[in-house]
């Protein structure tokens, strides 16, 4: 992936309290957030963030709450303005703009997609869609064309006049979705857009996401709490702790390679057969003599390839990519990816 | 020989207690006491009879120490002495007010009443959409109008309608600047619980010294000073308690702070803003009784006059119509704001 990077967050640093800046100078000597929180009285927001966020690629940044990913969301369009730190957007560097170019930044650069879908109550689902249009000073006339077009790409086509109260949870964050489509940015914010829905309803709005991003590719920061959404969506993960990040890369690689306790514990629950792809765990070779049983694509999920295989351990696959082998996949290979790693087993046997 | 006498001798200040020592206008208990016994006077028996160190008390000992009647005389002089700077000011400020208050009455009062009614009617309608409304209000009025109160009846709705209109004006404005600085909130918060719980005779007396009776502003001011409370903290509250998740997006679309304003925070503060405008209408019209002691025309005078002269009927009569208006006020204050809600479901 050779994508630019689009937005670059340096050595960010938010500590919530009356004198940030003394204890910021506590915290890089390495104060713990308890021992601040305890002994300075202000909250560690954030500790050494540093996150590359690539042009046309989906972002997830998770952790629990209080991890500190909301306050980072609101860093990028500077909802929050850090302690310390750098933020660029395409190199330039937000946190030196003024009110008015901060301002215009927000309208042309980045728009956001709410967990409580933050829609105006007295408009219509076509005004609440436009609305990053009236801001900048266009009317209903100007941005209804374009408005209805978005309302009906998330699946809203005759809804444009209810008001949102009349819609469902689900419904309203379409509307949500819309809104920040409609403003034609290049960069979508969602902070835990989908973490209010119903699980059928997220699966939904999960997937008119992907689909929406293989069509636009924008560059798109999500926030969840959710590791089975984040691993779903993610091009790259960052993983948040009490303000810090623990790890970030391929998702995949963070699931057969977690380099930390705390996700190992995440990890263990999740459903790995059909999160972790073919191309993760394959053999890489080229070699095409051998007894395969089969074709298989390298972006087939575990899940899939289990069922193909009716449960037979001594099968190999082949794996290919636009028709061309690029390595092959054992089942007994499949079947050790599916055990949560050692160190986890481990840990549980400790705790136990 | 009074209580204290020994206090102001320890202190050493019985120089100048002689000092002031005159022959001042004797106050009414002085006298009553003077010619009752002569007992009484002298010093108590006992710690039981120690009376409290007030201003009186001590001047019984000093006589140059100032007695309480003193105070409010002082006070009384030194509101006369500012009273003409003051009226100075707010005379011209005030005037358009009672412009408005003559104009209202006079046009209420010129126009025929099958202009009037029908006008009223048709306000009505368009802020209530309903019909049963309509004709509660159409009965209540020709029902004033048939036993001839409908023309008091007039001028006190003309004074509701001029105050309340004034109240909005001013109140809304100072609710928002409130709702914006949390240090004009807490200046703004005293004097707004002082105006609330003041008796409203006490501030009638500064406004008879500072305007003329025979002006209509003086009763303006009076009510526009006890109504305008509601609408002022209402919509303070309303704009403070809107959905912190729906300003945060309009500053992430990159709203202006006026924008914000005018799309976000008033209209989602309706609900609120509207059920200060109820309050402040109700509460206009309750002044407006009150203000007839100074003048203020309408179905306040006939209760005044039942009170006066001892008529019963007409101080019954004149009440139940005050209650009338004061229903079909609420009423349609009420249904508009209801309309409004709907519209502002989350």
Do not use: C
């Given at each position: 992936m050779a994508n630019d990077i689009k937005i670059s967050i340096k050595h960010l640093y938010k500590i919530f309290g009356p004198t940030p800046d003394v204890a910021l100078e506590y915290v890089k000597r390495g104060m713990n957030k308890a021992d601040l929180?305890?002994?300075?009285?202000?909250?560690?927001?954030?500790?050494?963030?540093?996150?590359?966020?690539?042009?046309?690629?989906?972002?997830?940044?998770?952790?629990?709450?209080?991890?500190?990913?909301?306050?980072?969301?609101?860093?990028?369009?500077?909802?929050?303005?850090?302690?310390?730190?750098?933020?660029?957007?395409?190199?330039?560097?937000?946190?030196?703009?003024?009110?008015?170019?901060?301002?215009?930044?927000?309208?042309?650069?980045?728009?956001?997609?709410?967990?409580?879908?933050?829609?105006?109550?007295?408009?219509?689902?076509?005004?609440?869609?436009?609305?990053?249009?009236?801001?900048?000073?266009?009317?209903?006339?100007?941005?209804?064309?374009?408005?209805?077009?978005?309302?009906?790409?998330?699946?809203?086509?005759?809804?444009?006049?209810?008001?949102?109260?009349?819609?469902?949870?689900?419904?309203?964050?379409?509307?949500?979705?819309?809104?920040?489509?409609?403003?034609?940015?290049?960069?979508?914010?969602?902070?835990?857009?989908?973490?209010?829905?119903?699980?059928?309803?997220?699966?939904?709005?999960?997937?008119?996401?992907?689909?929406?991003?293989?069509?636009?590719?924008?560059?798109?920061?999500?926030?969840?709490?959710?590791?089975?959404?984040?691993?779903?969506?993610?091009?790259?993960?960052?993983?948040?702790?009490?303000?810090?990040?623990?790890?970030?890369?391929?998702?995949?690689?963070?699931?057969?390679?977690?380099?930390?306790?705390?996700?190992?514990?995440?990890?263990?629950?999740?459903?790995?057969?059909?999160?972790?792809?073919?191309?993760?765990?394959?053999?890489?070779?080229?070699?095409?003599?051998?007894?395969?049983?089969?074709?298989?694509?390298?972006?087939?999920?575990?899940?899939?390839?289990?069922?193909?295989?009716?449960?037979?351990?001594?099968?190999?696959?082949?794996?290919?990519?636009?028709?061309?082998?690029?390595?092959?996949?054992?089942?007994?290979?499949?079947?050790?990816?599916?055990?949560?790693?050692?160190?986890?087993?481990?840990?549980?046997?400790?705790?136990? | 020989m009074a209580t204290y006498d020994s206090l102001f001798s320890t202190l050493g200040l019985k120089d100048w207690c002689s000092e002031g020592k005159s022959d001042g206008p004797m106050s009414m208990a002085d006298l009553l006491a003077k010619t009752q016994s002569k007992s009484n006077s002298t010093e108590p028996e006992s710690l039981w009879d120690l009376p409290f160190p007030s201003m009186d008390t001590l001047n019984e000992s000093c006589a140059a120490f100032p007695q309480s009647r003193e105070l409010t005389k002082g006070l009384e002089q030194g509101f006369l002495a500012i009273k003409d700077n003051l009226s100075l000011v707010l005379d011209p400020v005030t005037q358009p007010l009672s412009w408005f208050l003559d104009g209202a009455l006079y046009g209420m009062l010129n126009t025929p009443w099958w202009i009037v009614i029908p006008v009223m009617l048709a306000v009505v309608f368009l802020v209530t959409k309903s019909w049963k409304l309509v004709l509660l209000v159409a009965s209540s009025i020709c029902l004033l109008a048939f036993i001839d109160y409908y023309e008091y009846a007039m001028q006190t709705l003309a004074i509701i309608f001029v105050c309340a209109f004034l109240c909005v004006l001013l109140g809304v404005p100072i609710g928002i600047a409130m709702s914006r600085s949390n240090t004009f909130q807490r200046m703004t918060i005293p004097v707004l619980d002082m105006l609330q719980t003041l008796p409203p005779f006490v501030y009638l007396i500064p406004l008879i010294f500072l305007f003329s009776v025979t002006e209509s502003k003086l009763y303006g001011i009076a009510i526009i000073l006890y109504a305008i409370v509601p609408v002022v903290r209402l919509t303070n509250l309303g704009i403070r308690l809107v959905d912190k998740d729906v300003i945060e997006a309009a500053d992430a679309f990159g709203m202006t702070p006026r924008q914000k304003l005018f799309k976000v925070q008033i209209p989602l503060a309706l609900p609120n803003i509207m059920a200060g405008v109820n309050q402040t209408i109700m509460m206009s019209l309750a002044m407006v009784v009150i203000a007839s002691l100074v003048s203020a025309p309408g179905l306040g005078v006939l209760v005044l006059r039942g009170i006066r002269n001892l008529e019963l009927g007409v101080g019954l009569v004149a009440g139940l119509g005050i209650v009338i208006l004061a229903v079909i006020l609420d009423r349609v204050t009420k249904a508009s704001l209801a309309r409004i809600n709907a519209t502002h479901k989350q």
């Open positions: 929180l305890e002994q300075q009285n202000h909250v560690l927001g954030l500790r050494d963030i540093n996150v590359d966020i690539r042009d046309g690629e989906i972002t997830v940044i998770m952790g629990l709450s209080g991890s500190g990913k909301s306050t980072l969301i609101r860093h990028l369009n500077r909802l929050i303005e850090p302690t310390a730190g750098e933020i660029r957007l395409d190199g330039t560097d937000v946190l030196s703009l003024n009110e008015e170019q901060l301002r215009q930044l927000r309208r042309e650069q980045m728009s956001m997609v709410f967990q409580k879908f933050a829609l105006l109550p007295h408009k219509t689902v076509l005004e609440n869609a436009g609305m990053a249009l009236n801001i900048r000073g266009y009317t209903i006339a100007d941005f209804e064309s374009e408005a209805v077009k978005w309302l009906a790409r998330v699946g809203l086509e005759g809804n444009e006049n209810q008001y949102p109260h009349q819609l469902s949870g689900g419904m309203q964050q379409r509307v949500g979705i819309a809104r920040a489509l409609v403003s034609n940015s290049p960069i979508m914010l969602m902070d835990e857009a989908f973490s209010a829905l119903d699980p059928l309803i997220r699966s939904d709005m999960q997937d008119l996401l992907l689909e929406l991003q293989a069509e636009l590719q924008k560059t798109i920061v999500f926030i969840t709490h959710d590791l089975d959404e984040a691993l779903k969506l993610s091009d790259h993960l960052v993983i948040l702790k009490d303000g810090e990040v623990v790890q970030q890369g391929d998702p995949q690689e963070i699931l057969l390679n977690p380099n930390d306790p705390y996700i190992i514990d995440f990890i263990s629950d999740i459903n790995r057969a059909r999160v972790l792809r073919v191309r993760s765990i394959m053999k890489k070779h080229v070699d095409n003599d051998g007894d395969y049983a089969g074709d298989i694509s390298e972006k087939d999920n575990l899940e899939t390839v289990l069922s193909r295989s009716g449960g037979d351990t001594d099968m190999v696959f082949r794996v290919v990519r636009n028709g061309e082998m690029v390595g092959s996949l054992s089942m007994k290979d499949l079947t050790r990816a599916l055990v949560p790693t050692d160190a986890s087993t481990a840990r549980t046997n400790r705790t136990d | -």
